[in-house]
């Protein structure tokens, strides 16, 4: 996976587009002041009040001229922050998105997109199994041991695992030469596998040697073990000359062409490889949350509650078999019309390259949260004062405020978050060393004041995610809950309603998660289970429990998982 700061840096990229980016900014930060100002205020139409755009000319220390206080302003961010999150609000909001998934697993083509995975793990297989995963920045190799439920101690284990990193040498590699480079590895780790340390030399000497694929990019699955290649983009040039062609033929081809007989059987994504991983160790799993850079959510659902048309050409076989489906929501794209939007939320769509594409995502995710503190940062220091009432240059460019720097102020003592804020954010650009030009101005220093009002915006935009994220989870667990309901009632369907009443017997319901945001976010976690409680009290209460539970290590496990299923079925 891509460093946040790489993704950072790339949307950065995709926004620069000359003069356009600051003429976005000028009207951004104009039409922000003049709200924030309110209508009867004369000094919004003051330039001296607003720090200057171009930072060509050694700007003066601006003249604060404070319209409001900072609690003041914290006093109305709150209000717009949170309080559409609280309450029967909460409630309210989680009742429209059950009925915009509703609606995208019926109909929309590019949302809530089922996979192969039918089956969750009985947690009885038992075997090794190869796992690959292909992320953005790194390719793992694993041997992964599946023990079963009964097992002594864990039931999974990575026997041997290596990683190679994917640098810009490796992403420039074009069509078979990369999946070349992809065959090596496995084949060393494979023979790594067979040797003296791991006791295993009979390691796929019988027959094709099976394999799982966690891949995080796109592509058109025609069945659990194949794929059209698409474009991978983040870089790769990979599928430059192999775009449409059968990924699992290209990676058999290439390890094949290195004496390795390879067979790709399972091809999973990421949310999907965390729910596997997750139910393989837990039978309550029927969720998984990946919230990272990105967001998006895996659940376990009636196939009923999908569309035919977006089942694509699948044999009668697959539905013979399937009474449940894993379904990809794509998350991020719901919320369009009902998400509580601020003037922070607006400029940030506005100045963003797709605008309706993700609005969740917008709102809750690390590529965003960075942002939409600078956004509302920005604007308090042109009516509050804070930061001496100085945009540190660097602050004045969008996403240049990371999502890891206001986790690091929200959960570290403010001395040290003083210290991190002014090296990665200085108050002045390196002093200019032509001996003509006057000595520039001291600009005005960053004081713990000044961070103890960012760490207020950040709690407050991380609060607001958790509280939305929440209501996405709710609203699935009661949709769920209701389709399992209405399953068992179709006389037409025997297994199917055999399967959904056992589906109504769990009254625990398990999310398995992953991902730096609800990992690392001082607070994130404990905030999203705390809304999920009270969701699910304000709705009675009586139809269970939903948990968080971290899936360790669900790429590579989740492919094994998804391999071991599958040989579990032949058996059957
Ligand atoms: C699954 O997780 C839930 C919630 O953490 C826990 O209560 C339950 O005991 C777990 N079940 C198993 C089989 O580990
Ligand atoms: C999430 O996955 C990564 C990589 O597989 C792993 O390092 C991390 O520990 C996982 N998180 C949790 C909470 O288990
Ligand atoms: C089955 C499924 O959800 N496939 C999707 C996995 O994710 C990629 C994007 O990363 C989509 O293109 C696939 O359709």
């Known amino acids: 996976m891509p460093t946040l700061r790489q993704i950072l840096l790339a949307a950065v990229k995709s926004l620069l587009r000359g003069k356009s980016l600051l003429a976005a900014l000028l009207a951004l930060w104009t039409g922000a002041s003049q709200l924030s100002q309110g209508p009867r205020s004369a000094s919004a139409s003051d330039s001296d009040s607003r720090p200057k755009l171009d930072d060509t000319a ?205 067979e790709l059987a ?16 837990n039978s309550s799993t029927r969720f998984s949350l990946i919230l990272g850079t990105g967001v998006n959510i895996a659940v376990h659902l009636p196939v009923a509650t999908v569309g035919r048309a977006k089942f694509g050409d699948r044999p009668a076989t697959w539905f013979d078999k399937a009474s449940h489906v894993i379904v990809n929501t794509e998350l991020g794209m719901f919320g369009k019309g009902i998400l509580p939007i601020t003037r922070w939320d607006e400029a940030l769509n506005a100045a963003h390259a797709k605008p309706d594409f993700q609005p969740l995502e917008h709102l809750v995710s690390g590529c965003y949260l960075g942002e939409m503190c600078r956004l509302a940062l920005v604007e308090a220091v042109a009516t509050t004062g804070v930061l001496g009432g100085l945009v540190p240059p660097s602050l004045k460019v969008p996403y240049s405020l990371d999502t890891e720097t206001i986790s690091f102020i929200s959960g570290e003592s403010p001395e040290s978050s003083l210290a991190l804020f002014k090296a990665r954010h200085p108050q002045s650009s390196t002093p200019s060393t032509s001996s003509s030009s006057p000595p520039p101005p001291t600009p005005p220093e960053i004081n713990k004041q000044d961070i103890l009002f960012i760490r207020r915006l950040a709690s407050s935009i991380s609060q607001r995610s958790s509280a939305i994220i929440a209501a996405c989870i709710f609203a699935l667990w009661q949709f769920k809950i209701e389709a399992e309901a209405a399953s068992v009632s179709d006389l037409e369907n025997d297994a199917g309603a055999a399967a959904a009443r056992e589906e109504l017997s769990l009254d625990k319901h398990v999310v398995a998660f992953n991902g730096s945001v609800i990992e690392c976010y001082p607070g994130y976690l404990q905030n999203l289970q705390d809304y999920l409680d009270q969701l699910i009290t304000a709705a009675g209460g009586s139809a269970g429990t939903i948990s968080l539970v971290g899936a360790k290590e669900s790429s590579l496990l989740g492919a094994a998982v998804a391999l071991a299923c599958l040989e579990e079925g032949k058996a059957n």
């Open 58 to 262: 050694p700007a003066p220390p601006a003249e604060p001229r404070p319209s409001r206080t900072p609690d003041d302003f914290l006093g109305e961010f709150d209000e717009l922050f949170l309080r559409p999150t609280e309450g029967a609000a909460l409630a309210h909001l989680a009742q429209m998105l059950k009925a915009q998934f509703q609606d995208g697993l019926l109909t929309n083509p590019a949302c809530m997109l089922p996979s192969y995975n039918h089956q969750l793990p009985s947690r009885s297989e038992h075997g090794r199994y190869l796992a690959l995963d292909v992320g953005g920045s790194t390719l793992r190799v694993a041997v992964v041991q599946l023990r079963g439920r009964d097992a002594d101690g864990s039931a999974s284990r990575i026997v041997r695992q290596d990683s190679f990193k994917i640098d810009r040498a490796v992403k420039d590699l074009e069509g078979l030469a990369f999946f070349d480079w992809v065959a090596q590895k496995i084949v060393s780790t494979v023979s790594a596998a067979r040797g003296p340390e791991h006791q295993d030399p009979h390691l796929g000497s019988t027959g094709p040697l099976f394999m799982g694929l966690a891949w995080s990019f796109p592509i058109e699955q025609t069945s659990l073990k194949g794929g059209k290649l698409q474009s991978m983009g983040k870089g790769f040039r990979a599928c430059a000359t192999l775009l449409g062609q059968d990924l699992g033929d290209i990676i058999k081809a290439a390890c094949h062409a290195r004496g390795l007989d390879v």
């Open 266 to 281: 399972a091809i999973v994504n990421d949310s999907t490889a965390a729910l596997l991983s997750e139910a393989y160790l």
